[in-house]
DNA sequence: GCTCCGTCCATAACGTGGTTATGGCCACCG
DNA sequence: CGGTGGCCATAACCACGTTATGGACGGAGC
C-alpha cells in the first residue's frame, strides 16, 4: 500500500471512527483520545490528517451532509411530483432520526464556522449542504412545471425545507412522541398544509401524500 | 442585606453574566472562570448556587425560555386572530435574533437534559417551554373559533411550531441573508403558505400577514 | 456580648481532554 | 547506501471543570 493511499485510509478511518462514537456516545463521546483508540493510534493521527477536532468535526459533518443527500438521491422521479416532495421530505427526516447525534452536529458545525452552509441559497459547489437544497428546488421545480404548485422555486422550497427542518429538529428534541407517531400526527399533515397552501388542491396533496405513506 | 436575598442576587448576577458572556463570546466562552472573573468572585460561586456548571447552563436557558415567553405574551389578542399567530411568529423570531447564542443554546440544552421540553405536547407545568407552546396552541384555537382555520388546535400548533422553528433556525444558521430580508422572503410567505394550507381564504391571509408586516 | 453554627466562598489542587514538541521509524529518491 | 520527508508514538503542556480544605462572616441562642 503506497504512501498516499495508506494516509488516505487513516482519515477515513478516523472520519468513521468518529461517526461510530458520536452514534453510540453522543457529541461528549468525540474526543481525540477516544478516536485514537478506536483505531489503534496515538492522538497525532488527528493533527497529522487534520489538524486538530475542529476540522475533524468539520469533515464528520460533511460525511453526513454527503449522506443526507445520498438518502435524497434515493429518491427518484415519478409521474407525481408532489409525492417525490414528499419523498423527499420522508427522506431528510429518516437520515435524521437513524442518526440523530451525527444530524444534530451537522447542523451545530455549520453555525461553529460562520457562513460555509450560510449562503446555500447562491449555490455555492464548495458546500456538500447546498447540493441536498437543491435538490429540493429541482423537487420544486417540477411540482410548479406540473401545474401543481404556484410561486418562485426557491422562495417555495425555502419554505418548505424550513418547514421540514423545523419538524424534524423537534422530533430529535423529543416533542411528537417516539417511533414513527410524530410523521403520522405532524410531518405529513404539515406536507399536506404546505402543498395545499402553495397551491395544490387538497384532494390532489392527500392523495399524493397518501401514496407514500404506507412506504415510511 | 439578609443570607439569603445575597444569595439570590448571586444567583442572578451569575446567569445574567452568563447570557452577557454568551451573547459577546459564543458557546466557548460559558466558562466557570469566566464567569467568576465576570461578577468578581472565584469559580466555587457556580458550585455552591448551581452545583455545576450543567446546571447554570440549565438555568441560562430556563431564563431563555422565560424571555421567550414574554416576547410572546406582548402580542395582543386583536379581531384578527390570523394576524396575532403572524405576529406570534415575528416575536418568536425576533427573540431568537436579538439573542441568538442564546436562543440556539436553550434547544441544544432542550436536547442535553433529554426531556425536560420533550413532553412539551402534554402541558407539563415544569417546564417553562411548554408555557410558549401553550400561548401558541391557544392562538391557534382562536383562529379556528374564528372560522379562519380548520382542524385539531393541537396538530395545527405543531405543525405552524415545526415551520416557524425551522425558519428561525436555518436564519441563525445564515441562510436567508442578513437583516429581515428572510422575513419578507421566507417567513411571511411561509406563514401565508401554512394559514391558506389550513382553510384561509388567500386574500385573507396576505390582509392579515400584511397588517403586521410593517411593524417588524 | 459571646459562642456556636451554617452558609458562602477563596485558595489550591486534581482529572480530563486538546494540543504541541520532540524524536524515531520507514518508504522513497538520489 | 546515505539523505529526505511524511507519519506517528511518547511525553509534556495548558485550559477548564471540578473538588477538598479551611477561613470569614452573619445570625441564633444564651
Known sequence: MSE???GEHARTQLVEAAIRLLADG????????????????STMAVYTHFGGMAALTDAVAREGFRRLIA?????GQSDDPVADLYGLA??????????????????????ARGQAVGDLMKDNPDSEAAASFRGMVAAVSRTIEAGRLKGD????????????????TLELLGHFGRGDRGVAEVLSPLCVTLVV??????A?????????????
Open 90 to 111: 420522508l427522506a431528510y427526516r429518516r437520515t435524521a432520526v437513524e442518526h440523530p447525534e451525527l444530524f444534530t452536529l451537522m447542523f451545530r458545525e455549520a453555525g
Open 197 to 202: 397552501g402553495l397551491g395544490d388542491s387538497p
Open 153 to 168: 422555486p426557491l422562495s417555495v422550497a425555502s419554505q418548505i425545507w424550513s418547514a421540514i427542518h423545523g419538524y424534524v
Open 71 to 75: 438518502n435524497m438521491a434515493t429518491v
Open 4 to 6: 498516499r493511499t495508506r
Open 204 to 216: 390532489a396533496a392527500r392523495a399524493s401524500v397518501g401514496l407514500v405513506t404506507t412506504t415510511v
Open 26 to 41: 453522543g457529541a461528549e463521546a468525540l474526543q481525540a483520545r477516544k478516536l485514537a483508540a478506536e483505531i489503534g493510534a
